[in-house]
């Protein structure tokens, strides 16, 4: 019963630390370069931004959070996973 009583949460928590990676993928892309990028480099609209002048500094703490939030669930799922294989030896040699 311990086995599957940690499997759901460790389960559970790849799942939010993938949303998370997507997420801060989106946002990540969503904001402005600080020297034009590729969008100057092809003619595009490098200066503007869509969301305002103040939204680079909000869009890079935002980041820092969810980044900060993201590494430390990792650190976390490292520590459960190992746990997990010193409590049963067996899910090593099996691959649970």
Known sequence: MALLGVAWYISTLNVIIILLALV??????????????????????GG?????SRAGDAFTRIT???????????????VLI??????????VIVGR
């Open 64 to 78: 820092l959070i969810i980044a900060g939030v993201w590494v430390f669930l990792i650190m976390v799922q490292v």
């Open 48 to 52: 503007s931004s869509a969301f305002g």
């Open 24 to 45: 801060l993928m989106l946002i990540v892309l969503i904001q402005r370069g600080k020297g034009g990028g590729l969008a100057g480099a092809f003619g595009g609209a």
């Open 82 to 91: 190992k746990n997990e294989n010193e409590n049963n030896p067996a899910a």
